[in-house]
C-alpha cells in the first residue's frame, strides 16, 4: 500500500513539474518581449555592450590630455639622451 501512495505522489509531482515548466517558459517569452521592448540588454554584434558616442568637447578634452602626455614622455626622452 505504501509503493502504491509513493507512485501516486511521484505521478503528481511529475504533473506538477510539467505545469511549472509551462509556466516559466511563457514568463521568460514575456520577458524577452519586454526587453527588445525597452532595448534592456542591448549588445553590438561583438558582444561588448551598447556603442557610446563621445560629445565633440569630450573627444577634445581627450585628445588635449593626450597630447600632454605625448609631450611629458618625449620630453623625459629628449633629457635622458
Given at each position: 500500500m505504501a509503493s502504491f501512495e509513493l507512485s501516486g505522489t511521484v505521478r503528481a509531482l511529475?504533473?506538477?513539474?510539467?505545469q511549472v515548466q509551462r509556466e516559466l517558459s511563457k514568463l521568460d517569452k514575456a520577458i524577452s518581449?519586454?526587453?527588445?521592448?525597452s532595448g534592456a540588454n542591448s549588445v553590438t554584434p561583438n558582444g561588448t555592450g551598447?556603442?557610446?558616442t563621445l560629445s565633440a568637447a569630450a573627444r577634445n578634452k581627450i585628445a588635449k590630455a593626450q597630447k600632454l602626455r605625448w609631450a611629458k614622455i618625449k620630453k623625459a626622452?629628449?633629457?635622458?639622451?
Open positions: 511529475k504533473v506538477e513539474r510539467t518581449v519586454l526587453d527588445d521592448l551598447p556603442k557610446r626622452r629628449a633629457t635622458k639622451a
